[in-house]
């Protein structure tokens, strides 16, 4: 159970998300000469992912517990993140999720890094991890991609090296 002071640091985090948001479709707005409508914001994303953007529903889902932990990172870099994924939507429709259209949001007109992944302390939020090895180093795979190479016999590759996970231990 969650004590008050959490309570109250959680609802001023959700503010500071709000103001972010709202900060970040002026400079849109200002960009494209058009007006966006306001995203839903909910905070049931789970697991290792710090957000997630549904396009035709107009909603950011965040990690509550990685913004926490990370609360100014987050809201620095995964809101105006997760809100580019929504513009370039409404503005071209479907393209690549981080393709050259959000890129170009996120540097011209957030005036931010176009990262792809967080480099968030996720331990807290990991939950059973299985050790791979690829030719250039260890992986750490969560408890559902272990299952699935095991029952469906799927096969993950190395992003650097290219080369077959193989399962060490677990």
Same mark, same amino acid.
């Given at each position: 159970?969650?004590?008050? %002071? /959490?309570?109250?640091?959680?609802?001023?985090?959700?503010? +500071?998300?709000?103001?972010?948001?709202?900060?970040?479709?002026?400079? &849109? /707005?200002?960009?494209?000469?058009?007006?966006?409508?306001?995203?839903?914001?909910?905070?049931?994303? =789970?697991?290792?992912? &710090?957000?997630? &953007?549904? !396009?035709?529903?107009? /909603? #950011?889902?965040?990690?509550?517990?990685? !913004? !926490?932990?990370? %609360?100014? /990172?987050? #809201?620095?870099?995964?809101?105006? $993140?997760?809100? &580019?994924?929504?513009?370039?939507? +409404?503005?071209?429709?479907r393209?690549?999720? $981080?393709?050259?259209?959000?890129?170009?949001?996120?540097?011209?007109?957030?005036?931010?890094?176009a990262? *792809?992944y967080?480099?968030?302390?996720?331990?807290? *939020?990991?939950?059973?991890?299985?050790?791979?090895?690829? +030719?250039?180093?260890?992986?750490? !795979?969560?408890?559902?991609? $272990?299952? =699935? #190479?095991? =029952?469906? $016999?799927?096969?993950?590759?190395? =992003?650097?090296?290219? %080369?077959?996970? %193989?399962?060490?231990?677990?």
């Amino acid at each position: 159970m969650e004590n008050i %002071s /959490e309570l109250t640091g959680f609802r001023h985090l959700k503010m +500071q998300v709000q103001r972010r948001l709202t900060n970040c479709l002026t400079l &849109a /707005e200002t960009h494209f000469h058009r007006s966006f409508p306001m995203p839903t914001v909910t905070y049931q994303v =789970r697991g290792m992912k &710090a957000g997630v &953007a549904y !396009l035709q529903q107009n /909603e #950011i889902r965040l990690n509550r517990t990685l !913004l !926490l932990e990370n %609360s100014a /990172e987050f #809201i620095g870099q995964v809101v105006p $993140h997760e809100l &580019a994924h929504l513009l370039v939507y +409404q503005v071209f429709g479907r393209v690549k999720p $981080h393709g050259v259209e959000w890129q170009t949001v996120m540097n011209n007109v957030f005036d931010l890094p176009a990262n *792809v992944y967080h480099r968030f302390d996720v331990k807290s *939020v990991q939950g059973e991890t299985f050790t791979y090895q690829c +030719q250039c180093r260890t992986h750490q !795979l969560s408890v559902r991609r $272990h299952t =699935r #190479i095991q =029952r469906d $016999h799927a096969v993950y590759f190395c =992003r650097k090296c290219r %080369s077959c996970l %193989s399962f060490v231990s677990g």
